[in-house]
């Protein structure tokens, strides 16, 4: 053999193939299959934060056109449920159009950011690790770390492209340039600082829905903390602080900008990802940190009824989020006590917003009403969507070999999921009743307001049908069921600014019902949306008996 046949037997060999690995070998190679994976999500939310901030500013120059509207605006917050839901009460003395954006848009735009960065943070590493394709990625000459860095590296490019995002859409508003770039900015560390979090989470349990579910318990707690925090002192009190949300706010954009507090971000990100790291070295792959507990030996009588694990799987995700809102919708009817002083000083509110002036509570009431029912109608949806979860993941497939056919399956589901948001939408309007009865003082509110939130059943049972119907079809189709929450959101909160042409508006479901108590209850499109509820159900039922699983 030659020196040159030596030579090149030498580079085929497999020693010369794989190069020397560190913790952080194969990062390159991930962040591209992980940015190729996300970049629709990352360009939607982009997107999204784009058009709906830009809007809401347009909107809200709108509603506060003079000096004088935007002192009545300052004005509500006094009361300590705007306070709650909205931010501290900076510049109150002089209040401008950009301080009124920042206290009505910023805390919005926080959890925006926080949602996506926490669910891209589990899809890309505790979600990986339980579908098994982390152990696949592991097996090619990867470094231990590069996974959880390169899920890291995606989630902090998406947060810079959603806080200039956010940027952008205040900026071609009009905005000062520094204030614009300090929104962003404390958007995209707020959202890396709930990315550290989903980070540790990812490590104390097996499972990615149950590490999803903490990261969020922990924006809820986060949220709660800076709204009781910026009640106890209208700027923020000693108990702000202990909120990532409020690291952001303190920060006083378009107010007075300072840095500082966002610096407390930095270290928070650095803290919690080095915690990630740490911990990752104490647990073995594909397990946390807190093991499952092993469950009975026999599945007990709940969960073998009919619907049972319908129950169990979608029960704490809306029980959840009735606490939640149930809690806002209080705080939402607790204002009505207080928009009789802005009214007068803005008597153009009803051009933006569908409230009639000449009987302001109730017509406020069915405002609230209509906004809440945006809630019932993404939880359903959601609910109907984990059937499909169920089926990509294979576990459907097992429940069928219990000898239970795929369509009673499905209706169970359903029906458990419907029964379950309508539960909520009553709830919605008990809250929202006992809220205006705090603010007036008429108890007759509460059973007034309970009546009224029923009107929406009809269009939440179609919502939750179409959603079904497009399952049945095709697997990916489903997810088109969103856009119908987008559209009824976008139409909720700008329709009647932005003048949304009649055939746009109907579009969205929840245009169709009527706005009891302050509009007469009409049946007829009641009783349409109900009817299309039972026909797409039907539809839906057959579509998917018809098709293959895609899993099992």
């Known amino acids: 053999m030659s020196a040159t046949d030596r030579a090149t037997a030498a580079r085929h060999t497999h020693l010369l193939e794989v190069r020397p690995t560190s913790p952080l070998t194969g990062i390159g190679a991930l962040v591209r299959l992980f940015g190729r994976i996300s970049r629709r999500q990352i360009i939607i939310w982009a997107l999204a934060m784009v058009v709906t901030v830009a809007a809401s ?15 009545a605006r300052a004005a509500l917050l006094g009361n300590p449920s705007a306070v709650l839901m909205t931010g501290p009460a900076f510049a109150r003395d002089h209040y401008t159009l ?53 899920a890291l ?42 990315a550290g979090i989903a980070a540790v989470a990812a490590q104390v349990t097996e499972h990615g829905g149950t590490a999803s579910g903490l990261a969020l318990g922990a924006l809820a707690v986060a949220f709660l903390v800076r709204g009781v925090g910026d009640v106890i002192e209208e700027e923020g009190s000693w108990l702000s602080w202990f909120s990532p949300l409020a690291w952001a706010q303190q920060s006083k954009v378009f107010v007075e900008v300072r840095w500082w507090p966002l610096a407390v971000s930095v270290a928070a990100i650095f803290v919690l990802v080095a915690l990630a790291a740490v911990l990752s070295r104490r647990r073995d792959l594909g397990s946390g940190l807190r093991p499952a507990a092993a469950g009975p030996d026999a599945a ?45 000083q803005i008597p153009t509110i009803g051009e933006f917003a569908p409230i009639d002036v000449d009987d302001l509570t109730r017509s406020f009431t069915g405002y609230i009403l209509l906004m809440l029912a945006l809630g019932p109608v993404g939880l359903i949806v959601s609910g109907v969507l984990r059937l499909r979860s169920e089926e990509q993941e294979g576990r459907m497939a097992g429940t069928l070999l219990a000898g239970i056919g795929r369509i009673t399956v499905a209706l169970r589901w359903v029906v458990v999921v419907t029964l379950e948001v309508f539960a909520l939408q009553v709830l919605l309007g008990l809250g929202t009743g006992i809220g205006v009865w705090q603010a007036t003082g008429e108890t007759s509110w509460i ?73 007469d209850l009409e049946v007829t499109p009641l009783a349409v949306m109900a009817a299309l509820a039972v026909l797409l159900t039907v539809v839906g039922l057959g579509a998917l008996r018809r098709r293959d699983l895609v899993a099992g």
Not at 114 to 124: N, P
Not at 166 to 194: C, E, K, N, Q, R
Request: aromatic letters at 8%.
């Open 57 to 71: 500013v347009v909107a809200l120059k709108e509603a506060y056109p003079d000096q004088e509207a935007l002192d």
């Open 98 to 150: 950009w301080a009124a954006v920042a206290n009505e848009l910023f805390l919005y735009v926080l959890l925006a950011g926080a949602i996506m960065s926490i669910l891209l943070t589990v899809r890309h590493t505790r979600a990986e690790e339980e579908a098994g394709r982390l152990e696949m990625l592991r097996s090619l000459p990867t470094g231990r770390l590069a996974p959880a860095a390169a």
């Open 153 to 194: 590296v995606v989630v902090a490019i998406a947060n810079l492209v959603l806080g200039a995002a956010v940027s952008i859409a205040v900026l071609v508003t009009g905005a000062p340039v520094l204030d614009g770039i300090a929104l962003g900015a404390a958007t995209a560390l707020t959202g890396l600082v709930f």
């Open 300 to 344: 007990s009588a709940a969960l073998r009824a009919p619907g049972g694990l319908a129950r169990r799987l979608v029960t704490p995700m809306m029980v959840t989020w009735a606490i939640g809102l149930f809690l806002f919708a209080i705080a939402f009817g607790s204002l009505a006590s207080s928009l009789e002083d802005m009214v007068e």
């Open 447 to 519: 059973g007034e307001s309970t009546l009224a939130a029923l009107a929406y059943l009809p269009a939440i049972a179609f919502t939750g049908a179409l959603t079904l119907a497009l399952y049945g079809l095709r697997v990916r189709l489903a997810g088109l069921a969103w856009l119908m929450v987008i559209w009824a959101a976008l139409d909720t909160f700008l329709g009647d600014l932005l003048q949304l042409p009649q055939w746009a508006r109907n579009l969205s479901v929840l245009h169709h019902v009527p706005a009891v108590p302050d509009a």
